[in-house]
């Protein structure tokens, strides 16, 4: 009964975290630590891995049009809420070059997450869901005038890849990652392929 009030807590406390984010942006390093801090307050005695990624991402559809093959990094922490299932976060950066000469875009997603393992031999499969916001920035230089627009969307990320265990404490993983950001009109699409490596705390 502990555990799935447990999990129910940290359900609530997030996603109450993500929508108050989006009506206060400038609030929005405040709140995401508050994300961390909850996350380790209900389970800190869960086993708990960190990590990394890094990877191409494709724009596809309408956003596709305007922008060219990008690269893509990212922070990873997650809590082993059973041994097939993680909950956790992202914080990540993403830079995209323009098909127009001159424009280039950039975004910052903050994800709540979560993982499952699939049963398997040596290399596991996964699969997996994010959400949160995502601070998408435009640029322009255009005969050396210089400008930008930026502004903070809602997005939605679906994921499935594969990891292993190196050794106790250490695992490769890739993934495929299908990015939804929520912008105005149009929402902007691309398809991330990354690979990356998750450190085992405990």
């Known amino acids: ?17 993500i929508f108050f984010m989006v009506y206060c942006m400038k609030k929005i390093t405040i709140i995401f630590a508050m994300f961390l801090l909850s ?11 960190i990590g990394g990624e890094l990877g191409v991402q494709l724009p596809m559809g309408d956003f596709g049009d305007g922008a060219g093959t990008g690269f893509g990094l990212s922070g990873i922490f997650q809590y082993e809420m059973s041994p097939d299932v ?3 976060g992202t914080l990540g950066y993403q830079s995209f070059g323009g098909k127009v000469d001159g424009y280039s875009y950039s975004n910052i997603p903050i994800m709540a997450l979560i993982n499952y393992k ?12 994010e959400a949160g916001l995502n601070m998408f920035s435009a640029s322009y ?10 502004d903070t969307y809602f997005g939605i990320n679906l994921l499935a890849g594969i990891e292993s265990r190196m050794n106790p404490n250490l695992s490769w993983r890739v993934n495929a990652k299908y990015n939804i950001i929520m ?20």
């Open 1 to 17: 009964m502990v555990y799935i009030v447990n999990i129910a807590t940290f359900v609530i406390i997030n996603v109450c975290l």
């Open 141 to 150: 230089e255009i005969f050396g005038y210089k400008g930008s627009s930026s």
């Open 39 to 49: 996350s380790f307050a209900l389970f800190s005695q869960n086993p708990m891995r």
């Open 118 to 129: 699939f049963s398997g031999g040596n290399i596991t499969p996964f699969i997996g869901a």
């Open 86 to 88: 993680y909950l956790g």
């Open 183 to 202: 912008s105005s009109g149009s929402n902007a699409t691309f398809l991330g392929i990354n690979a990356g490596l998750m450190y085992h705390l405990k």
